[in-house]
């Protein structure tokens, strides 16, 4: 059964860091690919970076491409994202999922993570 735990947000200032951590406790991630999705307020939720059941691939919104990147450790059952010269427009809760092969949803989200980013 999957279980999925978010964690790592925080407040940070414009150009900041922040690494996100997602955690199954139902030992279910490593036959799936991965993706990370965020929801600002007001906003539908969006995809942010996905990456492969054997991290050979990784895919990311043009809105973080070579600001974040997306891993994964199969052993451990984790996948993170570290995010690196955030800005303003970072600002959301950001989810974690499992993903079919056009990177869509399959909906275990968890409660999520707040990320904020000051200006």
């Known amino acids: 059964q999957v279980h999925v735990e978010e964690s790592g947000g925080g407040l940070v200032q414009a150009g900041g860091s922040l690494r996100l951590s997602c955690a199954d406790s139902g030992r279910t991630f490593s036959s799936y690919a991965m993706a990370w999705f965020r929801q600002a307020p007001g906003k539908e939720r969006e995809f942010v970076a996905a990456i492969s059941w054997s991290a050979s691939n990784t895919y990311y919104a043009d809105s973080v491409k070579g600001r974040f990147t997306i891993s994964r450790d199969n052993a451990g059952n984790t996948v993170h994202l570290q995010m690196n010269s955030l800005k303003p427009e970072d600002t959301a809760v950001y989810y974690c999922?499992?993903?079919?092969?056009?990177?869509?949803?399959?909906?275990?989200w968890g409660q999520g993570t707040q990320v904020t980013v000051s200006s």
């Open positions: 999922d499992l993903v079919d092969s056009d990177y869509g949803p399959f909906g275990y």
